[in-house]
């Protein structure tokens, strides 16, 4: 499906979020560093789960509100929300304040608002694209994310140091500007229905979400699927957590083309090289990876992350350190533009927002748990904080092959039934 086939709606989010992106990215890579040395890495570690654990209570309630109320009106207020929270975290680090307690609150906001805009966001986009193109708008999105992941830590890696107050500053503006975009010119997509009465008051609301979820709960497949992802997250969310205070622990300065980096810019690199091979290749590997069964696929991803993992945390050579980077975006590329297509095949479509707010719990409960391996180093060091990483990939492989296993039991009884 063609860029100019899309719906206008996608086109204006495309456009919009890619530029959010690149503003976000200039300045959450060094986040893990700044938190760890204003508070120590224990205190920093359980800090960032704390925060995470309200962005997966607002991810899980951005799901319903997105399915109740609609994609258009989440997804305005989740941008004006992260524009105000970005805001308070400029002037934490303004030159009238420093205060990194500030900062880690509004940084907790800004995953909150996020949170809610992410299940409005991709159910849009089931709303509006058939199944069978769904995949490769999602890789667009995807690769668009991870072009932000090219020039934001680069933008960041020249600014961030002395210039954090005017980042935090452009973050919050292109937030609220986009607030004000989404309100304007995209339309609603949701099939909205309208709530009695008697259930507008905020108990029986928060019941009829619980008993909602439970629905999907029960739904053995997408559940295998969640654990299999939060499992895979813990890998996958150390690029931004574990690898740069790895880096700048163990890893000297050394030179690269007559060049000498230090520890942040080596960091800069890795995440730039990261962003660059699933900018180019998230398409290319979407359609390679199609023609082979997604349970393949899936279970292929996991052992890359393992042996990613491995490879990252037994060299300070900082070649090996881009092939394990290397080996860390092939696997990140193998599953970034059939996860979502296959979270639409399994929801109906009057509870889209729903299921892929519960998908997305892989990705915010992961993001909940993974700062542990920062304390962990402390507690038990490295070596063995990457060995249970990668083990924790593996155990997702043999979760997906039961899952996959359990889609296919439930395909061929459906298909007998029809």
């Given amino acids: ?52 654990f309200f962005a997966v209570l607002a991810n899980l309630f951005g799901g319903y509100c997105a399915d109740r109320f609609g994609r258009k009106r989440m997804m305005v207020i989740s941008t004006f929300g992260q524009g105000l929270a970005y805001i308070f975290f400029a002037w934490s680090s303004s030159p009238w304040l420093d205060s990194p307690i500030i900062g880690f609150v509004s940084f907790t906001a800004v995953s909150i608002f996020s949170a809610f805009y992410n299940p409005a ?14 995949s490769k708008v999602f890789a667009v999105f995807y690769t668009s994310i991870n072009i932000a992941v090219v020039i934001g830590p680069i ?58 979820y439970q629905v999907i709960i029960r739904d053995k497949v997408f559940l295998l699927f969640i654990i299999a992802g939060v499992l895979i997250y813990q890998t996958f969310m150390q690029l931004d957590l574990l690898f740069p205070v790895y880096i700048i622990e163990m890893v000297d300065p ?62 300070q050579w900082i070649w090996g350190l881009f092939i394990a980077i290397a080996l860390f975006s092939l696997a990140e590329l ?27 719990l892989r990705f915010t ?9 920062i304390p962990m180093t402390g507690w038990i060091g490295y070596n063995w904080t990457f060995g249970i990483l990668s083990a924790l990939a593996i155990a997702s492989a043999v979760l997906y092959f039961i899952m996959f296993s359990l889609y296919e039991k439930e395909q061929r009884s459906n298909s007998t039934i029809y």
């Fill in 121 to 134: 966001s991709q159910a849009m986009v089931a709303d509006v694209i058939p199944e069978k193109d769904r």
């Fill in 334 to 360: 193998l599953t970034a533009g059939i996860q979502q297509g296959f979270v639409s095949k399994l929801s109906p479509a009057h509870m889209r927002g729903q299921y892929f707010a519960a998908a997305s």
């Fill in 1 to 52: 499906m063609r860029l100019r086939d899309w719906d206008n709606n996608l086109k204006i989010r495309l456009a919009g979020e890619s530029i959010v992106n690149i503003s976000f990215w200039m300045f959450f890579p060094f986040l893990a560093i700044y938190f760890s040395e204003s508070f120590g890495k224990t205190a920093a570690g359980l800090l960032l789960i704390f925060s995470q």
């Fill in 365 to 373: 409960i992961g993001r909940m748990l993974a700062p542990l391996a």
């Fill in 254 to 315: 050394q030179s690269v083309f007559s060049f000498n980096l230090k520890a942040e810019q080596t960091f800069g690199l890795l995440l730039a090289e990261n962003g660059l091979f699933v900018a180019l290749l998230t398409i290319s590997v979407t359609k390679w990876t199609s023609v082979y069964k997604e349970r393949n696929v899936f279970i292929a991803s996991s052992i890359t992350y393992c042996f990613s993992i491995i490879f990252f945390g037994s060299t």
């Fill in 155 to 212: 933008l960041g890696g020249i600014f961030y140091a002395k210039h954090r107050f005017e980042l935090l500053g452009i973050a919050a503006i292109i937030n609220i500007l986009l607030s004000f975009i989404l309100q304007r010119w995209v339309t609603e997509t949701a099939f909205l229905t309208k709530t009695p009465e008697k259930e507008q008051n905020g108990f029986t609301f928060l019941l009829n979400q619980i008993r909602d």
